[in-house]
C-alpha cells in the first residue's frame, strides 16, 4: 500500500487578519508547517495553531522565511551568510517554544516563499539553512523540494529529510516550480488536483506541465492554506487517495 503524507502552510494570519481555514484544514492533514512570525503569524496566531494542531494529533513543523510582512515572504532578499543563519535559528527558536507550551514537539522543518524557492536553486544557502536549523535540532526532519539544490543540500549532510510535491502547483521541466507568475502555475480545481496528485504517487516522479514524468521521493504533498478553496482542495485530494488504498500519516 502506498503512504503519503500530507501537510499545509498555515498559522500564517497576523493580528486580526485571517488567512485560510486553518481549523478546517487540521481535519485534513497530518503535518501542519506553522508560520513564525517573519512572513506571516504573531504570538497569538502561533499559540492557537500549535495548540490546536496538538490537539488534532497534527505533526508540528517550522516554517521560516523571510523578514517580509507586507509581502508575505515571497520578495527575494540579499542576507548575508550570518544574517541568514541568525533569522533561521531566531524563529525555530520560537517555533519550539510555542510546541512546548501547546504540550508537543517539533518534528519537521520547512523553509517558506522566496527564501524556499531561493535554496532550491543554490546548495550553498540551502545548507546554510538546514545547517542552522539542525544545529537547533539536529532530530529535525528537513522537508525538500526534490532534484533541487535542496536535495543536494540535505544528501550532503546526510540528515534526515523528507521529499514534498505540491498539490495546486505545477511544474517546469526541471522539477522547479512555475513562477506563480505564469499562468496556470496554481491550480485550483480539486479534481484535476487530486487526480494528478494520485498519478505522481503511483510514478513515484514529479510530472512537470508538459507531462514529462521526473523520477523523485515522495513523502509528502502540500496544499498551500492561503491558496483559494484549499479546503476543498485538501478534503477532496484525501478522499480520492483513501479511495485508491493511499494511507494517509505523518512522514
Known amino acids: 500500500m502506498l503512504k503519503v503524507d500530507l501537510n499545509s502552510d498555515i498559522g500564517e494570519g497576523f493580528g486580526p487578519w485571517a488567512t485560510g481555514d486553518d481549523a478546517g484544514l487540521m481535519e485534513v492533514i497530518s503535518s501542519a508547517n506553522i508560520a513564525c512570525g517573519f512572513h506571516a503569524g504573531d504570538p497569538d496566531v502561533m499559540a492557537t495553531t500549535m ?7 497534527v505533526a508540528l513543523g517550522a516554517h521560516p522565511g523571510f ?3 507586507q509581502g508575505f515572504g515571497r520578495r527575494r532578499m540579499g542576507l548575508s551568510p550570518g544574517a541568514i543563519r541568525n533569522l533561521i535559528t531566531y524563529q525555530l527558536g520560537a517555533a519550539q517554544a510555542m510546541a512546548r507550551a501547546a504540550g508537543g514537539s517539533l518534528r519537521h522543518f520547512k523553509l517558506h516563499g522566496a527564501l524556499s524557492n ?3 536553486e543554490d546548495a550553498a544557502l540551502a545548507r546554510t539553512c538546514f545547517e542552522a536549523a539542525l544545529r ?9 523540494q526534490p532534484l533541487t539544490a535542496m536535495d543536494q ?3 550532503d549532510l546526510g540528515c534526515a529529510w523528507a521529499g514534498e510535491i505540491y498539490a495546486d502547483r505545477s511544474y517546469n521541466d526541471d522539477a522547479t516550480l512555475c ?20 498519478e505522481m504517487l503511483r510514478a513515484g516522479a514529479i510530472i512537470a506541465r508538459s507531462g514529462k514524468q521526473i523520477p523523485c521521493r515522495i513523502d509528502t504533498i502540500c496544499v498551500h492554506g492561503d491558496t483559494a478553496g484549499a479546503l476543498g ?8 487517495l483513501e479511495a485508491a ?7
Open 51 to 57: 495548540d490546536l494542531a496538538q490537539r488534532k494529533g
Open 118 to 120: 531561493m535554496a532550491s
Open 136 to 144: 537547533v535540532q539536529p532530530d529535525l526532519v528537513i522537508m525538500v
Open 233 to 240: 482542495v485538501a478534503r477532496k485530494l484525501r478522499q480520492s
Open 179 to 198: 513562477a506563480r507568475s505564469a499562468p496556470g502555475a496554481v491550480l485550483h480545481d480539486p479534481t484535476e488536483i487530486a487526480t494528478r496528485m494520485l
Open 245 to 251: 488504498d493511499v494511507a494517509i500519516a505523518p512522514f
Open 153 to 155: 543540500a540535505v544528501r
Open 67 to 69: 523578514p517580509d510582512l
